[in-house]
């Protein structure tokens, strides 16, 4: 693959012109974090399969699996296995996670019934049958079908609906509906009446919905679209005669869903329907969009071989630029990027004509150094000696924090105790997953940090973490590599997010300060500070949107 393929690949040309921006870049993918890359490979497997492709979703389902089972994905892709089941093609561990799933109901189901534990051999998962499967996935078909959006059933979603619609309008135009729509609870009367209900309370909410794909709508509307799919197919199913012509056929439905395909809730939403797979497995949405299945398999292709290089080669690092430049990339990022400035125009604010400040002096820092009783990093003394800290750069859809000036940075007090108390979430794992195992409960706590950017600890910051604490870190990873009862899978994992967070072993090893940048109350951590500052700039740099890392449904660009 030479240079231009590595950038653009071929699939940029084939980008209609009114979306040109929009192509697939295999080197974005070798350089995508492992949280951007799986989260990518979900949306591509799910939208494949509800395109018909069961053969490239399962591969791609498998590739992540098998490079990474705590990859944090499973209830996003969970709505596959429906697909699975149907056609019996089962991904590398797919199969394995719905016997996890029967054998943790059946201790959830003894521990409410008698108080006891199961044996060893009610905890075999190779003891699960094909039957309790089943029934596990047709559970979950339930689970899911009786979360859609209908009139009057008692949840957020539904009131949100019902105020968006009494407010536009000024009166009650939602019908309680005391029975769940699913197949047996309704009478086919009933059903129809329902699909009419929904129908209606979408239209007065969004009443240009049906006619402007493009036109504003809550994400409700993608469950209550799904749900009335759901209904007309089981209407079909069961032979119902003399259905009312207000009543949309399945076809009709599909083709207004085909239009949000955007919307990767509306993805999801459809792939939750264990009716809707009967259609979609034919390949009904390639039908009603008109694609072209030679270019989707060429596509397919394309991705396939991007990502299973991925995940065999590892995170190719980007390439190593001084803070100056780097400087240089963020400020030019921050106030030419059109995304930027319409942020500012959004809220209000004036386009500063620089992010960068007047730098620090050698006295500044060695005051602060004093001050604050610590050496501090030398990229961030490399930093500090070019600006003073610097507006919130931009970070291709965000602004990030601003960085203080070094007057303002202070260590992390017991006033905000609950943060040092908090696991200290280096590297970058799927930590819910992770927490599955007993070993990883006992993890470094953060217990102090410097406070460097925004003018709030705890939500939308940038702290460096010291020697002290990245010391505890390398500590507890060595232990639990070492230990030899831990799941080979775990260690996996680990190992995976070691290599994904600092580039190689060696610059785990040699880790010294860290980075941590907690945005809406999420952390992401960086090896160094000036990583942070290269991932920022790297993300806030305008390439075009790609559509398989920004997770557009690329249908509508080939």
């Not at 799919?229 to 439905?253: F, H, K, Q, T």
Request: charged share 30%; with cysteine.
């Amino acid at each position: 693959m030479d240079q231009q393929q590595l950038e653009h690949g071929s699939f940029a040309s084939t980008a209609s012109n009114e979306n040109a921006s929009v192509s697939f870049s295999p080197m974005r993918i070798f350089q995508a974090p492992n949280d951007k890359l799986y989260s990518s490979v979900q949306v591509l497997a799910l939208t494949f399969a509800v395109l018909g492709y069961v053969d490239v979703a399962a591969r791609l389902v498998s590739a992540m699996n098998t490079y990474d089972y705590n990859h944090g994905q499973d209830a996003a892709l969970r709505p596959l296995r429906f697909f699975w089941s149907m056609v019996d093609v089962w991904p590398a561990g797919e199969k394995e996670r719905v016997k996890k799933a029967v054998v943790d109901g059946r201790k959830r189901r003894a521990k409410a019934d008698s108080g006891e534990d199961l044996t060893d051999q009610d905890l075999d998962v190779a003891q699960v049958s094909e039957e309790e499967i089943k029934a596990e996935v047709e559970a979950l078909a339930q689970c899911y079908q009786s979360g859609f959006f209908w009139p009057g059933y008692p949840r957020c979603s539904i009131t949100n609906m019902q105020y968006m619609v009494r407010h536009r309008n000024g009166k009650e135009q939602v019908k309680e509906v005391d029975k769940s729509p699913r197949a047996g609870e309704l009478s086919q009367s009933e059903m129809q009446d329902l699909i009419k209900e929904i129908s209606a309370c979408i239209d007065e909410a969004y009443p240009e919905f049906s006619k402007t794909p493009a036109a504003f709508v809550d994400l409700y509307t993608d469950s209550a679209l799904v749900n009335m799919l759901d209904m007309r197919l089981i209407l079909d199913e069961e032979g119902a005669v003399d259905i009312d012509e207000s009543v949309p056929s399945a076809r009709e439905l599909l083709g207004i869903i085909s239009k949000r395909l955007d919307s990767k809730v509306q993805i999801v939403e459809l792939a939750k329907s264990q009716w809707a797979w009967s259609l979609l497995r034919q390949g009904a949405l390639v039908d009603i969009l008109g694609l072209d299945r030679s270019k989707i398999e060429a596509f397919a292709k394309e991705v396939e071989e991007a990502i299973h290089e991925r995940f065999k080669s590892g995170r190719l690092s980007l390439e190593d630029l001084s803070v100056e430049k780097i400087l240089h990339q963020l400020n030019h990022n921050t106030i030419v990027d059109p995304r930027s400035v319409s942020r500012y125009v959004e809220t209000g604010d004036d386009l500063p004509e620089t992010i960068l400040r007047a730098p620090a002096s050698e006295k500044d820092i060695s005051d602060a150094e004093q001050r604050l009783d610590v050496s501090l990093p030398e990229d961030y003394k490399a930093f500090l000696r070019l600006t003073n800290g610097i507006e919130g750069p931009f970070g291709g859809i965000l602004h990030a924090p601003p960085l203080h000036t070094l007057d303002s940075i202070q260590w992390i007090s017991d006033d905000w105790k609950f943060y040092l108390e908090e696991n200290l979430e280096i590297p970058n794992m799927e930590w819910a997953c992770m927490y599955k195992y007993d070993e990883f409960h006992e993890w470094p706590k953060v217990e102090e940090a410097l406070w460097i950017g925004d003018d709030h600890p705890g939500t939308d910051s940038v702290w460096l973490i010291p020697p002290s604490r990245t010391t505890a870190i390398k500590d507890r990873v060595r232990q639990l590599l070492a230990k030899e009862d831990l799941a080979q899978e775990a260690k996996s994992s680990l190992e995976k997010a070691v290599l994904d967070f600092a580039g190689s072993w060696e610059h785990f090893w040699g880790m010294e300060w860290a980075c941590m940048a907690i945005v809406v109350f999420e952390a992401k951590s960086y090896v160094n500070f000036k990583a942070y500052l290269r991932g920022l700039a790297e993300d806030g740099e305008a390439k075009g949107e790609d559509i398989v890392l920004k997770r557009k449904f690329f249908g509508y660009h080939i």
